[in-house]
């Protein structure tokens, strides 16, 4: 259903924390002249978790109005409380989202059985397409093979997520669940060999500040041809790095900000990039020739 480079697109804000939507409807403007496949709104990388529940919403309906059916729209509406989530994804569904992307319950570790039963309470309430979406480097929570393999089962449950940074995790899903749900990768560092390996896309970090070759990386990798995918993914991998040398999203808003596309503002407890790692953002940037 979904493929290719979807970007988990940042939420630009003012220096004083607040909602620029007027940046927001810039950026989206920029990733579809540069050839993004989709658009995640209000993920992890959004700032999901300093938004209250009105921004959460206002800014998935103001990507859905801005990109006016031109490609995908998916609304990240996952939280650790089931309730919150549902009504998240029912906002989503009603401001015309296409899909919808769900992080596993952070902080409360629920057992597998918990998520399996969050996930398909969530799936059967609310009609729209759904993407599970597992980070636990984030969230303290592993969604297991075995567990996806079961919502895999439901008819609206259309792909995952797997940000466990593991490429035999990656490989093991499309085995088991890739004839039933689409695997996504949610590293960009091993997302061509993830898409090489059957994996039908990468949500991306790395888009928002290099969208073209994000897609044509993805594109190559989806065609099954390695030199080319390689030879992009190679420009790349400096850039792959340097957007986590501080907690997501605080290294990507700055490189987006360097590009004019945003002001620099980002939310606490995340503070402004470090000084010490502003030359070495911007080398990874020269790297990737957006710079």
Known sequence: MFHGSMVAIITP????????LAA??????????????????????GESATLDMDEHCTVVRRVVETVRGRIP???????????????????A?????????LVTPYYNKPTQEGLYRHYKKIAEEVPIPQVLYNVPGRTACDMLPDTVDRLADIPNIVGIKEASGKLERMRELVERCGKRLDVFSG????????????????????????????????AAALAGDRAQTEAI??????????????????????????LGLIPAGIR???????????????????????L
Do not use: Y
């Open 24 to 45: 927001l409807e810039r950026l989206v403007e920029f990733h579809l002249e540069n050839g993004t496949d989709a658009i995640i709104a209000v993920g992890t990388t």
């Open 233 to 258: 993914n190679n420009r790349l991998v400096a850039l792959h790095k340097a957007l986590f040398l501080e907690s997501n999203p605080i290294p990507v808003k700055w490189a987006v900000s360097q």
């Open 73 to 91: 729209v998916i609304a990240g509406t996952g939280a650790n409380s089931t309730s919150e989530a549902l009504h998240l994804t029912r906002q």
């Open 268 to 290: 606490l407890p995340l503070t402004p990039l470090s000084p010490q790692f502003h030359a070495q953002v911007r080398q990874a940037m020269q790297e990737a020739g957006v």
């Open 93 to 101: 569904m009603e401001a015309g989202a296409d899909a919808c992307l």
């Open 187 to 218: 590293d960009d560092g091993i997302a061509a060999e993830a898409i090489l390996n059957g994996a039908k896309g990468v949500i991306s970090v790395t888009a928002n500040v290099a969208p073209r070759a994000m897609h044509e990386m993805a």
């Open 13 to 20: 804000m003012a220096e004083d924390g607040a909602l620029d």
